[in-house]
Each structure stands twice: as structure tokens, then as C-alpha cells.
């Protein structure tokens, strides 16, 4: 069956969505740093992997309006990193751990919404449905070799942020052993 990237897009969307309310309805620290954890390294990945495979075809395929889209999402990405290089380093029993899980959603929501029903729909008209199957691929494949924890610094269009993500990788997924996930 072909997959579209829509679909995988949306499929990670939908997954952050079910970590959070995990989060925000636990009353366990130890159950909502498993899922802090989760939802880190999903959202790390998932940005990264949109700005690696999904925003460039977005920039090619519809030009102008392409450009435009993406440098609002890229800097969208951006105050979501920053926002969640803050959560993951918050400790499941800080007063602010919830405060900053929830602005984090608010905040993603609407780049949710605004991805899906905007850029994911324009950039599906203009595939055909073997080239978005391929980017879907391509876009499953770019998560696995991407940092897994959010580094707000590092650059985030390629080349660099392919060779940034490369050299950071190994290192996030080291750590990751010593992590708890659900």
C-alpha cells in the first residue's frame, strides 16, 4: 500500500498529541518523564525530518509561495524548539513542567492545524502518488539518522543542518540508553 507523506506527517502529529494527553492527564512523575521523554524525541525528529525532506519539496515544487510557506513553518520550528529544549530539560516534578508541556501544545496546535490543512494539501496536489510515497519514505528513513533531543542553535536548512544533525545523532541516541521511555 502507498503511504502519502501527508499521511506520515499527520500520523506523527497525531502520536504527539496522544504523548501529550498521557502527560498532562498522569499524576505519576515517573509515567510523564517516560512520556516527556517520548514526546522529545518524536517532536526532534519529526521537525527535523519536515525540514529536511518535506520543506525543500515544498520550496521546489511551488517556488514563491513555497518559500514563503516554509520560512513562516521554519521559524515556527524555531520558537518550538526553543520551547522544547526548555520542557526536556525540565524535571517531571518542577512546578513548571506542566506550564511549559501546555505552551509547548498551544503553540504546536496551530502549526498542526495550519500544516494540514495548508501546506500538507497544496504540496499533495502537485505529487504524484508515487513521488509522495517516496517522500514519505525518504522522510521515515531521515528520521532515524536525525538528533533526538531539540538544539535550537544548530542550523535547520541543508546542507548544515544535515551535517550538524549527523554529527549530533550519535550523541542524543547514546544518552537516549540512559533515558526511560515507555
Not at 515517573?30 to 521537525?47: M, P
Amino acid at each position: 500500500m502507498k503511504n502519502k507523506i501527508s499521511d506520515a506527517v499527520k500520523t506523527d502529529h497525531r502520536e504527539l498529541e496522544h504523548y501529550y494527553h498521557i502527560i498532562v492527564n498522569s499524576t505519576n512523575p515517573g509515567e510523564r518523564t517516560k512520556y516527556q521523554n517520548q514526546f522529545v524525541w518524536e517532536l526532534a525528529r519529526h521537525s527535523v525530518g519536515e525540514e529536511l525532506v518535506l520543506y525543500p519539496a515544498m520550496e521546489k515544487l511551488m517556488g514563491a509561495e513555497g518559500e514563503r510557506l516554509t520560512a513562516k513553518d521554519r521559524k515556527e520550528h524555531q520558537v518550538a524548539k526553543e520551547q522544547l529544549q526548555e520542557f526536556q530539560s525540565t524535571d517531571a516534578s518542577d512546578p513548571k513542567f506542566m506550564d511549559r508541556i501546555k505552551e509547548l501544545m498551544d503553540n504546536l496546535a496551530e502549526h498542526i492545524k495550519e500544516e494540514e490543512n495548508i501546506d500538507l494539501v497544496k504540496i499533495e496536489e502537485l505529487l504524484d502518488p508515487t513521488e509522495s510515497d517516496e517522500m514519505a519514505a525518504s522522510f521515515e528513513r531521515t528520521k532515524m539518522f536525525v538528533p533526538t533531543r531539540s538544539h535550537p542553535g544548530a542550523p535547520n536548512k541543508p546542507p548544515f543542518e544535515t551535517a550538524v544533525g549527523l554529527l549530533t545523532a550519535p550523541i542524543d541516541k547514546v544518552a537516549d540508553l540512559f533515558r526511560s521511555f515507555p
